[in-house]
């Protein structure tokens, strides 16, 4: 088994809040990024891709092809957005860099035809970042419209 990989950066604003929790407690578990008007991340993504070789390319997958893939259903819905209003896939989900690379996964895993999708690696920063590799966990989308909040569990 082979193991290649795609990088690939995004820029993106988010806030960090649960509209269940009161003022107080937002404040308390997200601290500044819970800042009301967000504040911006320069992402780097890591898609890696697991294979055996074909022996008629030597490709586990076409770099080109992954890139554009990853550019056409990741990179374009959430470069130089704010992730918790312009990303229909986002929508009312806490855009911590665990849920971004669960929603990630769901979308990319069945665009992934050659090899099968190994793990998905989202740097928030130099120092912060998340692996995901695709086992099951439970994450919430919290609908806020009408002055209710309905959760759903994905
Ligand atoms: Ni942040």
């Known amino acids: 088994m082979m193991y290649v990989t795609r990088r690939t950066h995004f820029?993106?604003?988010?806030?960090?809040?649960?509209?269940?929790?009161?003022?107080e407690k937002n404040e308390a578990v997200f601290d500044k990024c819970n800042n009301p008007h967000g504040h911006g991340h320069n992402y780097t993504l890591d898609v890696t891709v697991k294979g055996i070789p074909d022996p008629e390319t030597g490709y586990v997958i076409d770099l080109k092809k992954l890139r554009d893939i990853i550019e056409e259903h990741l990179i374009d819905k959430v470069d130089h957005k704010h992730?918790?209003?312009?990303?229909?896939?986002?929508?009312?989900?806490?855009?911590?860099?665990?849920?971004?690379?669960?929603?990630?996964?769901?979308?990319?895993?069945?665009?992934?035809?050659?090899?099968?999708?190994?793990?998905?690696?989202?740097?928030?920063?130099?120092?912060?970042?998340?692996?995901?590799?695709?086992?099951?966990?439970?994450?919430?989308?919290?609908?806020?419209s009408h002055s209710t909040v309905s959760i759903q569990t994905l």
């Open 83 to 144: 992730l918790n209003f312009d990303v229909d896939f986002l929508q009312g989900i806490i855009p911590t860099a665990e849920n971004i690379c669960l929603c990630f996964w769901q979308i990319l895993e069945p665009q992934i035809t050659e090899g099968t999708l190994h793990c998905i690696k989202l740097f928030e920063s130099e120092n912060n970042f998340v692996e995901y590799f695709g086992e099951p966990v439970t994450i919430k989308r919290y609908d806020v």
């Open 11 to 23: 820029s993106a604003a988010h806030r960090l809040f649960n509209p269940t929790f009161t003022n």
